[in-house]
């Protein structure tokens, strides 16, 4: 079975700081995929970033980085220099490669960036 | 628009009635998947289709709902006699293929379904 733990509910930040979104993962398997993705208030689910299990490297677009750790199943996603339109609910998933590939969600994690 | 397209964006229904939910997937896609999220929750996987088969529907409530891929038009997520917990967004998403590297999946703007 697979399991994603976004234990922060709510972040409420002032514009300019940086923030961090946790996710943990649960799984047996030794070939997987985690992903990202964004639902800002107008509703729909934006993707952001793909990541399999065999590449640990740190992934950096614009403002946004993420750093995956295979030793501590984290798979953590931090906004620098953030701004208002970041404000939106983030879900961290998690797929196996074997059977259906179904990715499996946390259960979110509600930013809110302040002017 | 090459998005996978859902419509109706809003649907109120009564209780008791039937709500149907169409996909169109990405264009040369052919896997479709439905998630549901309720209010306060996360996305919680329901069924994932193929053109004219259902490979996994083990998230679907086993009374009510049913789901289809037909060979020529959208996916149907039909819900009959709808109760006032139905109430949810429900997305669709699309993906290319099955298998390493390919599964990244790119989700509508979801159906928002209100039962009064």
């Known amino acids: 079975a697979q399991k994603v733990t976004q234990a922060q509910t709510e972040i409420s930040v002032v514009e300019k700081e940086d923030v961090t979104l946790d996710c943990v993962y649960e799984?047996?398997?030794?070939?997987?995929?985690l992903f990202w993705y964004k639902q800002p208030p107008s509703g729909e689910l934006v993707f952001l970033i793909r990541?399999?299990?065999?590449?640990?490297q740190n992934e950096i677009s614009g403002r946004y980085s993420w750093n995956f750790q295979k030793s501590t199943s984290s798979f953590n996603f931090t906004i620098t220099a953030s701004q208002v339109v970041d404000s939106a609910v983030y879900f961290c998933?998690?797929?196996?490669?074997?059977?259906?590939?179904?990715?499996?969600f946390g259960r979110g994690t509600s930013l809110i960036v302040h002017p | 628009n090459a998005g996978v397209m859902q419509n109706p964006r809003h649907l109120v229904r009564r209780r008791g009635q039937e709500a149907r939910l169409r996909c169109s997937p990405m264009?040369?896609?052919?896997?479709v998947y439905w998630y549901r999220q309720l209010p306060e929750e996360g996305l919680k996987f329901m069924v994932y289709?193929?053109?004219?088969?259902?490979?996994?529907e083990s998230g679907m409530p086993k009374e009510r709902f049913s789901a289809e891929f037909p060979k020529e038009g959208p996916s149907i997520l039909r819900i009959q006699q709808v109760v006032r917990g139905d109430s949810a967004a429900y997305f669709c998403?699309?993906?290319?293929?099955?298998?390493?590297?390919?599964?990244?999946?790119?989700f509508g703007e979801g159906s928002w379904l209100t039962v009064v």
């Open positions: 289709l193929q053109k004219e088969n259902i490979i996994d």
């Open positions: 799984t047996r398997d030794t070939t997987y995929y």
């Open positions: 264009k040369g896609h052919s896997h």
């Open positions: 990541r399999n299990s065999f590449d640990e």
């Open positions: 998933a998690l797929s196996l490669s074997g059977g259906s590939y179904i990715p499996t």
């Open positions: 998403a699309s993906s290319q293929q099955q298998g390493p590297g390919e599964n990244t999946i790119y």
